[in-house]
């Protein structure tokens, strides 16, 4: 069964804008990842932020988590063509650090 | 190796016959996950392993999944008697421990006729 609920499940943007997707979870959670998916291949992780963390950066990401709302962003900005993928957020609740993935959000960056 | 390793990439298999997928997970890596994804899903989660033993096998579907990883370190996700519905990408994915940052193969394809 899946844990997390993407939103949107679809988002179309132009290059240079900020791409913003959410994802709610169910249960307590020891941390929170992001991963990147190109159609056809494997999963890419992008950032994981444990219980505790509030914010975290990479590059031009930015993932922010609220516990109280068992809710977690992740921004894209500055967008680029080569982003065009599908995001999903995956919650690891302290089962033996087995994730639980959403359904996931296709990003497409038009040129 | 530098990542986590899956054999065969694509598998086109009969209804009803064995199928075995293969898993190298990244070295020193003691934990091993495998997912079941479909079109249009997100993951799903079969088995996992801690060192040789399935820690958690709630995930496999029904007794026709089967899933060893004998020494630690490569595991083999065994399918009998198959079905058109078990068309999917079976992903493997490994971490240094639990609770660390899981790492994903490439996936196998798996499409039953």
């Known amino acids: 069964s899946q844990q997390g609920e993407e939103d949107p499940q679809a988002l179309s943007i132009q290059e240079g804008e900020n791409a913003t997707m959410n994802c709610s979870y169910k249960?307590?959670?020891?941390?929170l990842q992001w991963y990147r998916q190109n159609s056809g291949r494997g999963l890419v992780h992008l950032i994981l932020?444990?219980?505790?963390?509030r914010e975290k950066h990479s590059g031009r990401l930015r993932v922010t988590l609220d516990t109280s709302k068992k809710s977690s962003s992740l921004l894209i900005t500055a967008s680029r063509a080569a982003d065009t993928a599908s995001y999903f957020c995956?919650?690891?609740?302290?089962?033996?650090?087995?994730?639980?993935f959403g359904q996931g959000t296709e990003l497409s960056v038009k040129p | 190796g530098a990542g986590v390793s899956q054999t065969p990439s694509n598998k086109v298999t009969e209804k009803g016959k064995y199928v075995e997928l293969r898993c190298d997970p990244i070295?020193?890596?003691?934990?091993l996950y495998w997912y079941r994804q479909s079109l249009g899903q997100g993951p799903e989660f079969l088995i996992y392993?801690?060192?040789?033993?399935?820690?958690?096998d709630s995930g496999l579907p029904n007794d026709r999944f089967f899933a060893v990883r004998p020494e630690g370190s490569v595991s083999t996700l065994k399918i009998q008697r198959t079905e058109r519905g078990d068309s999917a990408v079976y992903l493997c994915?490994?971490?240094?421990?639990?609770?660390?940052?899981?790492?994903f193969g490439e996936g196998s394809w798996l499409t039953v006729v």
């Open positions: 070295s020193g890596h003691t934990a």
């Open positions: 932020i444990r219980s505790n963390e």
């Open positions: 995956a919650t690891d609740n302290n089962q033996g650090g087995k994730l639980i």
């Open positions: 994915a490994s971490s240094f421990n639990p609770g660390n940052t899981i790492y």
């Open positions: 392993f801690q060192g040789t033993g399935a820690a958690d």
């Open positions: 249960t307590s959670i020891n941390n």
